[in-house]
């Protein structure tokens, strides 16, 4: 059982099941750098572009 900081560390919070990410103009890419850190596609040694992280966060809520 987790606890609800565990949940709250550990997961997104989707706003909407079939819109799970706003879009990517409404985010600051340190935003998506820690939504992707989180959810663990992204490494902080890693430069990418806003896109990019916000790409790999689109494909990874769309895949759960």
Do not use: F, W
Not at 8 to 19: C, F, G, P, Q, S
Not at 40 to 60: M, P, Q
């Amino acid at each position: 059982v987790l606890t609800t900081e565990q949940i709250h560390n550990e997961y997104l919070e989707y706003v909407a099941y079939d819109k799970p990410v706003r879009g990517m103009s409404s985010y600051k890419v340190a935003e998506l750098e820690a939504m992707a850190t989180k959810i663990g596609i992204y490494n902080t040694s890693e430069k990418l572009k806003k896109i990019d992280v916000y790409h790999r966060i689109c494909v990874h809520c769309s895949t759960d």
